[in-house]
């Protein structure tokens, strides 16, 4: 079946370092890929995605790329800041009739 | 903007208490979704509903069930709540776009039964 498999957290980082967050998937066809984070007392909201392979999603500073090579659509951001602390959900949707597939989650801490 | 709005925010139960968690969303929205999220385990689909009267069971329905009465409405009860069902409840939301959908999540309830 669908899963989806983020990197272990927590993750510390000083202001304006650069943040990755890997997300690799298993998935049957060709899925679409979704960042979502949950910033503290809220629910989930959509940060970006893509639909198709070498789709790059990208909003509020943040991008992640379609890798359909290597099964992946890590997160990045050149220059994190404190608003960025949250929780970061990778997931996946592989059929119009398919549920969202979600990863673990990753909190991100950013320290001034 | 699309609300998705959870009735409460904190709820304190006690074992073998009936509890309802309401959810409304007022963007027409066709699905809607109950997940619980806890540390380490992530979201867990419960059950989701794509229209009226229609409840499908996710990856961990046992001890719960739904009511969809009306559009906007969809409604989480735990018949007989047990402490391992103390968990962070999110409801959600969303249109019919196939590959595109998008998830609208409210607040969460934050449940403890003690």
Redesign the interface.
């Known amino acids: 079946g669908d899963s989806v498999t983020q990197m272990e957290g927590p993750v510390t980082l000083s202001e304006e370092a650069f943040l990755t967050i890997n997300c690799t998937y298993t998935a049957t066809g060709y899925?679409?890929l979704f960042w979502?984070v949950q910033y503290p007392?809220?629910?989930?909201?959509?940060l970006l995605?893509a639909?198709k392979a070498d789709d790059k999603g990208s909003n509020k500073g943040f991008e992640a790329t379609y890798r359909k090579e290597t099964t992946s659509f890590h997160l990045e951001k050149g220059s994190v800041q404190v608003s960025d602390s949250a929780v970061y959900?990778c997931a996946l949707?592989s059929?119009?009739?398919s549920?969202?597939t979600?990863?673990?989650?990753i909190t991100l801490s950013v320290r001034p | 903007d699309v609300k998705v709005t959870q009735s409460s925010r904190y709820l304190v139960k006690r074992t073998g208490e009936k509890v309802f968690l309401e959810c409304v969303q007022d963007m027409d929205h066709e699905n809607m979704f109950w997940y619980r999220q806890d540390p380490g385990l992530g979201l867990r689909l419960i059950y989701f509903s794509y229209d009226v009267k229609m409840k499908e069971k996710g990856d961990i329905p046992e001890g719960y069930s739904v009511s969809r009465e009306k559009k906007e409405r969809f409604s989480l009860i735990l018949e007989s709540a047990s402490t391992n069902q103390t968990s962070m409840y999110l409801c959600a939301s969303s249109t019919r776009q196939g590959l595109r959908e998008k998830l609208f999540f409210g607040s969460g309830t934050q449940l403890s039964v003690l």
């Open positions: 899925p679409s979502y007392g809220e629910g989930l909201q959509l995605k639909t959900f949707k059929g119009a009739n549920k969202l979600f990863g673990k989650g």
